[in-house]
């Protein structure tokens, strides 16, 4: 029944051990988004794939990296992970479809991410 | 540019009381308008969305919220909160381009009083 599954729940990295984050969707959706929520804040768009193009924001650090090698799958991967990127990562699908054009984004339970 | 405000940080409400969350937005197009709640370690959840027509929509969990163009508002409410009510709400807007992409607002954490 799931729709967006992101794995692992929690994941703990130590300083500078790159990680990877996984987000996978059984919607059939060609948009996948990920966004990294700190405490207390709203989520924050990092990037996000259009089928395969991919589009970075222009404030997600180089640190932030992702891959989507199918339609299903896509990866956040950190290559060096500092304190400051502990948070919750969200991972968001959407269609093509919808109303004037609109798709809604369905979210990913996240994955929190600890680093000692 | 376009942005979203939730002037409360905090709302603190005892069981059985009514509810009304604050948003206003600030947008140059007519806007699609939500609501997502987020309880503690959890993902969002969409509680109800405005796209056009009606301007009360009723959403899931007892929740509606009332879009006003004139006063560019899309507050939330529920007539009566349950001690599971306690989460974080953020109104957001979507950008009606290519992309989708959601203008969130910073959040409104809701305690609820015994």
């Known amino acids: 029944d799931a729709m967006v599954i992101q794995n692992p729940r929690y994941q703990v990295t130590q300083f500078g051990k790159p990680v990877t984050l996984s987000c996978s969707q059984t919607?059939?959706?060609?948009?996948m988004y990920w966004y990294q929520q700190k405490s207390s804040q709203a989520p924050k768009l990092l990037f996000h794939?259009?089928?395969?193009?991919?589009?970075n924001e222009a404030d997600t650090p180089d640190n932030f990296q992702s891959r989507r090698p199918n339609t299903s799958f896509c990866f956040l991967d950190i290559r060096s992970p500092g304190l400051g990127d502990a948070a919750m990562y969200l991972c968001?699908?959407?269609?093509?479809?919808?109303?004037?054009?609109?798709?809604?984004?369905?979210f990913g339970p996240g994955t929190r991410l600890t680093v000692l | 540019a376009q942005s979203v405000t939730q002037p409360d940080i905090h709302i603190t409400v005892s069981e059985g009381a009514s509810l009304e969350l604050r948003c206003n937005y600030s947008?140059?197009?007519?806007?699609?308008l939500f609501w997502y709640v987020q309880s503690p370690g959890q993902g969002l959840q969409l509680l109800l969305k405005?796209?056009?027509?009606?301007?009360l929509v009723q959403g899931i969990k007892g929740f509606e919220a009332e879009f006003k163009r004139s006063q560019s508002s899309f507050n939330l409410r529920k007539p009566s909160v349950h001690w599971s009510d306690a989460a974080e709400y953020f109104c957001?807007?979507?950008?009606?381009?290519?992309?989708?992409?959601?203008?969130f607002g910073k959040g409104t954490r809701l305690h609820i009083l015994p």
């Open positions: 968001a699908t959407t269609g093509t479809s919808g109303v004037r054009g609109y798709n809604e984004q369905f």
């Open positions: 919607l059939n959706h060609n948009v």
């Open positions: 794939y259009y089928d395969k193009d991919f589009n």
């Open positions: 947008y140059g197009a007519t806007p699609y």
């Open positions: 405005y796209f056009s027509g009606d301007t």
């Open positions: 957001a807007v979507v950008s009606p381009n290519r992309d989708d992409k959601i203008i």
